[in-house]
């Protein structure tokens, strides 16, 4: 039996079908995940027009801007402590030990880069990374 795909231009065999799938396989794209600095990195080279046809202002809302890249830590003075044992011992809040995990999280990526590790170990580290600002946000 053949089969022609819409918008292909060559006849293919399905008689066996494992290979019809391997075919298929071979002629799509390799899937990978994006790093966020190549999200970055592509938003910062969107053009002013490219903006306007997606509905956004090039003067008030570029996408690289919604990407948070620096992240504001107040310091120790200004944070919350909160009170142990009814007033008796002050201890840091939950803020303060979010902002200590990322300061880890981020020096264990700095880390592993430094010392080679395998990019699968790296890119571990590296999610870590993302999820710790997100909670620190959040709470």
């Not at 997606?54 to 944070?79: F, K, N």
């Not at 990322?102 to 999820?131: D, M, W, Y």
Request: net charge negative; glycine share 4%; hydrophobic share 40%.
């Amino acid at each position: 039996m053949r089969f022609v795909f819409l918008g292909c231009s060559t006849n293919h065999d399905i008689s066996n079908v494992e290979s019809f799938l391997q075919e298929v396989k071979s002629m799509q794209p390799d899937k990978r995940l994006i790093t966020p600095s190549e999200v970055y990195t592509a938003f910062k080279k969107m053009s002013d027009s490219d903006l306007h046809l997606l509905g956004l202002s090039d003067e008030y809302a570029r996408p690289e801007w919604m990407i948070l890249t620096v992240m504001p830590v107040p310091p120790p003075p200004v944070r919350p402590s909160i009170a142990v044992d009814g007033g008796a011992m002050r201890s840091e809040d939950d803020l303060t030990y979010k902002l200590g995990d990322i300061i880890k999280a981020s020096a264990n990526v700095r880390r592993c880069e430094q010392e080679g590790a395998p990019a699968h170990v790296i890119t571990e580290f590296e999610q870590l990374l993302q999820v710790c600002p997100s909670s620190y946000l959040l709470a």
